[in-house]
């Protein structure tokens, strides 16, 4: 099995040999199209919530700010269980507990 060696100050992925992998974002981000480029779906909820854009705005950028920093504090939670071996007091405690419960196989490399 290959290692993959993950070097987060650039978030970046190598595998064994030193080749710099593409992340599963970068690669969803590929196939995707931008949401909303012309602003008519924002514009129609907004209409049908009775508020306005902008308004609607900040209420989806808090939503996806929340979601971002929800996911980075599982991740954190997860990548301490992955190099230590332990299940660290946290908010996500319940949710590492699950993903040690699927026995994963394979091997992860902390970054050198």
Request: aromatic residues 10%; hydrophobic residues 30%; contains cysteine.
């Amino acid at each position: 099995m290959s290692e993959i060696t993950f070097k987060a100050n650039t978030h970046q992925y190598f595998n064994s040999k030193g080749e710099e992998l593409i992340s599963a974002s970068t690669l969803v981000h590929k196939f995707t199209v931008p949401f909303d480029p012309k602003g008519e779906i924002i514009a129609g909820c907004a209409k049908k919530r009775g508020t306005t854009v902008e308004q609607l705005r900040r209420d989806w950028d808090y939503e996806r700010d929340s979601a971002c920093e929800r996911g980075h504090k599982f991740h954190t939670e997860a990548e301490n269980w992955i190099k230590t071996g332990q299940i660290q007091e946290g908010e996500y405690k319940d949710v590492v507990k699950q993903l040690v419960d699927f026995n994963l196989k394979g091997k992860l490399i902390p970054e050198r």
